[in-house]
């Protein structure tokens, strides 16, 4: 059965399922996969009956997550269903749903249960929970992990369980598992989905995590959980630029950074390696500009995570159980956390200025591209091979992936390809925060362009038209030339209305450019002359046709909207001035574009 989203709904509206009937498909199929050791505590068809009733006189048009069957991972609470963090000792039974799962239950989602992980989140590995529940296996091979914390969350998406799963991320448990079972997983700018109701790792770190077969189904349930938390102190509202109607917009030709290759670590894994170099010259295909970074600053806050103060936060998640019964905890995790208790304040400051000190180099990085782009991991291991060294290899898990929530970035692993003896390998594309619909746009293209089998399922990516317009004859290209360019004060009223930067280029060499009198902010004009013109550095910007309309609205005199000749012959609509309008202006044509114009005191 296929249980993306939109085929479930269209297979709703056609009457050819009912959730009822769906919900007994789950159950037969978790039986028949249950040496997975998927679930700590799948809903009886007694439990699951409430939700099933609350579809009625609902369709897929009312509730848009209807009839939607989803999973959560043991940390995040349920109503009425025990919360264990996989330790039985630590386990209570929620009065209320966390803040993020009751808005999905609100738009119609099924709660098919809740999944195994890594004890109270600590762990990239999957083998981390103790009996009854045991190790987590792999989709793909049962001899191998499965990918932690968030182990059972993602093997149940990969495996056709549920439509999608929600897990935690504070060093790479919603990205790892993504990529060991070949599915998507989004990491969250932090604060975007509320922590209210999760058990906490680090408090200052977390994020809920979503796992979907593909970029639209991620981005549909992000819709409906990304609602701003006033009760949960971290929670941060969703910017104006990464809203829905911005989902489908990444730009045709964009630039994205790689480790530089002595960086680049695969702990062995010849094969990964060639899927990475793989995925990256497919990215150049996708109109992708590849440069090589260093990559050190990232590293050194990825180092802070565990070796760091910020081990004292899941110290102080489960002090008291820690402190009265440490014998409740697995041997592994009791080592990590346990030391935690002795950490001071002064090396809490330290690390802090370390930290800033990574960010402000990061940053930098981000200054210069798109996305940084980079294996989820550089390696697979079989779950002997981690019992036999638990430490040391599950460190190696975590080298793309500590720094992410330190550095405040936002994070999406996507499935790149299989090694030779068919298990999955990823990549992870990260960019600053509150760029969540960024990074699910450039992972839309890239599942499109590789077509790849979905999790373990026998479907291919069918991406289903976008609800927003992103079609070119749905949309009109613009092309600007001053303060709308990207990263100029203008540039908001093009983003907050869903447009994506195309191309950046250049005029016909027939045109001439003026500083306007007046301002904030300053202006230029573009004006045709035939006869002594040159080219003008331009963007073109693709704005959605229902969007255009108000858009123009906002453009002052003497400016205004006509045609513009690119430099390879094409005539787009783009800003340009009435004649008058230059009689006090300055002309600036000798500096090729407004930019560079902006610049000439740094070029004296």
Partial sequence: MNLSIPALHAAYRRGEVTPQQVVEYILQRSRETRTHNIWINRLEPAQLQPYLDRLQDHTPD???LYGIPFAIKDNIDLAGVPTTAACAAFAYVPQQSAFVVQRLLDAGAIPIGKTNMDQFATGLVGTRSPAPWGECRNAFDPDYISGGSSSGSAVAVALGLVSFALGTDTAGSGRV?????????????????????????????????????????????LEQAAVFDGADDYARPNPFNNNQRHYGASPTRFRFAVPRQDQLEFFGNDASAALFA???????????????????????????LYEGPWVAERYAAIEPLIDSRPEALL????????????????????AGYRLQNCKRQTDRVFEQIDILVTPTAGTLYTIDEINADPVRLNSHLGYYTNYMNLLDYSALALPAGFLANGLP???????????????????????????????KTQQHYRPAPLNAPRTDQSCIDVVVCGAHLAGFPL????????????????????????????????????????????????????????????????????????????????????FICESCGVMQATEITEYGGWANYLRRDSRL
């Avoid at 041997?331 to 330290?350: C, L, S, T, Y």
């Fill in 177 to 221: 598992p993504a990529a060991f079972n070949n599915i998507v997983g989004l990491k969250p700018s932090k604060g975007l989905l509320s922590m209210r109701g999760v058990v906490p790792a680090c408090r200052s770190l977390d994020c809920v995590s979503i796992f979907a077969l593909d970029c639209d189904d991620a981005n549909a349930v």
């Fill in 331 to 350: 041997p592994v995790i009791r080592e990590i956390i346990g030391g935690a208790g002795d950490k001071r304040a002064v090396e809490a400051f330290k």
């Fill in 491 to 574: 540039n908001w009223q093009l983003t907050e209305r869903g447009a994506a930067l195309v191309e950046s280029t250049r005029t016909a060499d027939r045109y001439r450019l003026y500083a306007l009198a007046g301002g904030p902010p300053q202006r230029p004009a573009l004006v045709r002359d035939e006869n002594h013109g040159a080219a003008i550095a331009v963007e073109v910007w693709r704005v959605p046709a229902a969007q255009f309309g108000g858009f123009v609205a906002d453009i002052p005199a003497p400016l205004g909207i006509g045609k513009v000749e690119l430099a390879d012959g094409r005539w787009l609509s783009g």
């Fill in 425 to 455: 390998f990823g990549i992870t594309l990260v960019a600053p925060a509150m760029r969540d619909r960024l990074l699910l746009s450039f992972g839309r293209r890239w599942q499109q362009h590789l077509d790849l089998p979905l999790g």
């Fill in 278 to 304: 793989a995925a990256c010259a497919a990215l150049e295909r996708l109109g992708g500009e590849r440069i090589e970074i260093d990559f050190a600053p990232f590293l050194a806050a990825a180092r802070l």
């Fill in 62 to 64: 009312t509730l848009p």
